[in-house]
């Protein structure tokens, strides 16, 4: 049985920026897009409804052609939100091309619980590629309609770059429940969820797939991998969440851009593909070398390893007492929110106190090594607060 982890760090580093105020409507932030009228992109694509909140104002959401109005949204929220702020940005849209695409005003609605009516907060306005930010006076949500009501003049398009509703938590987020078999875009998957560790397989033209993480309040971040007869080995990162009615909704990302949606409804027919609850790290070693343990969890700007990150180091002890003549490199990664300096000196701290803890459970030292990289390996775009989150993680890899 493992004690609760008491790693203390040595050394206070570089101070850490102002921490960002959170949005409700961010993925990361345990937010479902639920439904949404059309849009002129499709999935995570150019102008998709996506954009319209993943924290990137690089790119934003279009209306489909010849629907400049009526654009109309509904986010359901992890749990209850005091919303003080609301942003809207059309900076960075194509008022070049299409003048008056910028949107000009945007109502917004709230429900206070999941089915409840909409109360309207009021219509808000914006210029054209410009950025407006109105108090919301502590409005409380759970659900969130936004109607978007007209433009600067353009007929036939509207745009909006980003969305932003900033605010803290009122309630304690729901435990996630992941588990089950899913009809995805890519093949029937089965989640099996053990406390906050996930694992699982999926059928997609592939000899064999899977899919190993941990949940994080309302989301779970997992690591895929196909083991392709024709191409090889493919991997990379994905994030899930169940929306209230079921349905699994997520994104994937492979060579650390975004890559699609990851979807599907639950289902009675689990795929051929057997999940393995153990073994899955040391297969991962074994096909690239290198595995992403999304189960070791620290606090914001901390290199304590807090104490549900127990199942993921023991799974790592264990896999290393199959091989014993393995030798890991424990890599701290970082998103970009920070200075260098910090992330740096924050990822080589986290690193080396995974190192620690390894050590006083009985790995010798000398099959260990430990390397903070910062942000100088991302396996997601840093532009939006999911892909952010991807980067925030221990790695290991095989030294040769």
């Given at each position: 049985m493992l004690t609760a982890l008491t790693l203390l760090s040595l050394t206070a580093g570089p101070a850490a920026p102002k921490a960002e105020r959170l949005d409700a409507l961010d993925f990361d932030n345990g937010a479902i897009l639920v439904s949404e009228s059309g849009s002129y992109g499709s999935e995570v694509g150019g102008w998709s409804a996506w954009n319209l909140a993943d924290g990137d104002p690089l790119l934003g959401w279009c209306s489909a052609d010849g629907a400049p109005t009526g654009g109309t949204f509904v986010?359901?929220?992890d749990t209850t939100w005091q919303l003080d702020t609301f942003?809207?940005?059309?900076?960075?849209?194509?008022?070049?091309?299409?003048?008056?695409?910028s949107a000009n005003t945007v109502d917004l609605f709230v429900s206070e619980r999941e089915g409840a009516a909409f109360t309207k907060v009021g219509s808000f306005n914006v210029g054209r590629l410009a950025k407006a930010s109105s108090p919301l006076k502590g409005i409380k949500a759970k659900q969130v309609k936004l109607v978007v009501t007209s433009n600067h003049g353009n007929a036939q398009y509207t745009e909006i770059a980003e969305v932003d509703l900033l605010g803290s938590r009122l309630g304690t987020v729901p435990p996630i429940q992941l588990g089950g078999d899913f009809a995805t875009n890519y093949g029937a998957l089965k989640i099996i969820q053990d406390g906050t560790s996930i694992y699982g397989c999926y059928d997609y033209a592939a000899k064999s797939s899977l899919i190993w993480g941990s949940v994080e309040g309302r989301i779970a971040r997992v690591t895929w991998q196909e083991d392709n007869a024709e191409s090889g080995v493919r991997e990379g990162t994905a994030t899930f969440a169940v929306r209230a009615d079921g349905q699994l909704w997520?994104?994937?990302y492979e060579h650390g851009q975004l890559a699609g949606l990851w979807t599907g409804p639950k289902s009675d027919t689990p795929p051929v593909c057997t999940p393995q609850k153990r073994g899955t790290l040391s297969r991962l070693l074994k096909t690239s070398g290198r595995a992403v343990l999304y189960g070791i969890h620290f606090a914001s700007a901390s290199d304590v390893p807090l104490t549900n990150s127990g199942p993921a180091l023991e799974e790592l002890v264990a896999a290393m007492k199959e091989d014993p003549s393995v030798r890991l490199l424990i890599e701290g990664h970082t998103d970009s929110t920070n200075t260098d300096a910090f992330n740096l000196d924050l990822s080589q701290r986290r690193s080396k106190a995974v190192v620690d803890w390894l050590t006083k459970h009985g790995v010798d030292p000398k099959r260990l090594e430990a390397k903070g990289f910062g942000r100088a390996r991302p396996?997601?775009?840093?532009?939006?607060?999911?892909?952010?989150?991807?980067?925030r993680r221990v790695e290991v890899s095989v030294l040769r």
């Open positions: 986010w359901d929220l942003v809207i940005s059309t900076e960075n849209v194509q008022e070049d091309g299409y003048p008056g695409i997520g994104v994937w396996v997601a775009d840093n532009a939006s607060a999911q892909g952010r989150a991807l980067n």
